[in-house]
Structure formats: C-alpha cells, structure tokens
C-alpha cells in the first residue's frame, strides 16, 4: 500500500468546521482512500472511505482531489466528542493488508 | 450485535510466558486481521486471515502464531513473551479485505511483559 502524510496535530473551535488533509502522491489508480479515528483508549473507528468521488455520511465527508493525489476529511460541524487521531490509509482493491500511519490529533477548543 | 470483542482487555506476563489472545465477531466476517499499536505510534499489522483455514503475516509477524478454525474466531498466540511485545492489540474484521469495504475494530488488549 502506499504511503500517506498528514500534519502531526491540528485543533477546532468547538461548532466550527474542521478540514484535515491527506497527501498520498504515489496512489495508484486501485487505491480507496480509507479514514478512521481513534478515540483515546479505543480501538480504532471507520470514518468515510472513497475511490475517486467526494464521498458524504453522517460521520464526515471526504472530498477527493481531481488528481487524487490529495484528499480532506470534512467535520461540518467539530464537537468535544471529535477529539481523537485520524488517520488517512491507502487501501488497493485486491490488498488484504492495511498500513496505518501516525495520523493527525485533532484538538476540539470548547 | 456484539461487533468485534477482545479478551482480556488487561494482561500481565512474565517474560517466557505463553497467553492467547481472544478475538470474535458476530457479523460473519470472512477477513480478520490483528494490530499492535506501540505508544505514539499507528497500528502495524501482525497476521490477518480471509477466511477461515487461511492465514497470512503483516509487517510483524515475529513472535507470533494465529490460526482460524471458524469464521467467527480469530486467535493471537504468544508462544514465550518478551518486553518487547508490550503493546495494546487490536482485531479488526471486514466483510472483504479488499479496500472497497471498512475495519470494524475491537476495542483492544492492553498487554505488559515484565
């Protein structure tokens, strides 16, 4: 799978939305574009994934750069309970294996 | 339904000791994987299986042994712990390995050998 770069930490203002970016510049044309979070001392949670269309649901939306070397997860609307690590992953369609990075640490400002 | 569950969620080993890790779901998933996740680091993969009879490694297999015998149970042996696999550890499953689906996560064994 290959390999993906996000800012090591980013905070909200609670209410406000919250926009964090993916670069995956060597994605290849059968690559989803995978996100989960993890919550402190939780197991990780699935968030949105996608191909090459902006993707929405009730969790986030996730908006796919026209090259797909790039994509943002949306939060429309960051609540305290969204403070977690989010991590952006590379996922081929015929792949049985799954590379997580150190993702980004979202801090939600009351 | 249950989802993924993991047992125990705490454990304490002495060093050369043996312990199995439990993982199960309820969702007839045909792909199970198992994580560890070292402080301050992302999930690295250790074995994962697409179904059930069939097993491969991940990035660090060293140290362990899996097997799956049924659809629903997937566990992660330690044949003689050392320090260094003090970690938390996390079974995920999926309809499909491949990247068209999402994990479901369990919610982890935190695991020291002292």
């Known amino acids: 799978d290959a390999k993906t770069t996000q800012p090591n930490s980013m905070e909200s203002n609670e209410e406000e939305p919250v926009h964090l970016p993916c670069n995956h510049s060597t994605i290849s044309g059968t690559d989803y574009i995978h996100w989960y979070r993890q919550l402190p001392s939780q197991g990780p949670e699935y968030v949105i994934h996608g191909l090459t269309s902006n993707v929405n649901n009730r969790m986030a939306s996730l908006a796919i750069a026209e090259d797909r070397k790039s994509s943002t997860l949306i939060l429309h609307r960051a609540t305290l309970r969204d403070a977690a690590v989010y991590y952006c992953?590379?996922?081929?369609?015929?792949?049985?294996?799954?590379?997580f990075g150190t993702g980004t640490s979202l801090t939600v400002i009351p | 339904n249950a989802g993924v569950t993991q047992t125990p969620k705490f454990q304490v080993l002495k060093t050369g000791q043996s312990m199995t890790l439990q993982c199960a779901q309820d969702m007839n998933h045909e792909y199970m994987s198992w994580y560890r996740q070292d402080p301050g680091m992302g999930l690295r993969l250790i074995h994962y299986?697409?179904?059930?009879?069939?097993?491969d490694q991940g990035e660090v297999p060293n140290g362990y042994n899996v097997s799956r015998s049924t659809t629903e149970d997937f566990p992660l042996r330690l044949l003689s712990a050392a320090p260094s696999q003090t970690s938390v550890y996390f079974c995920?499953?999926?309809?499909?390995?491949?990247?068209?689906?999402?994990?479901?996560f369990g919610s982890g064994t935190r695991l020291t050998v002292v």
């Open positions: 992953i590379l996922r081929d369609y015929s792949g049985n294996q799954f590379y």
């Open positions: 299986s697409v179904g059930a009879g069939i097993t």
């Open positions: 995920a499953s999926s309809y499909s390995g491949q990247g068209i689906v999402g994990y479901t």
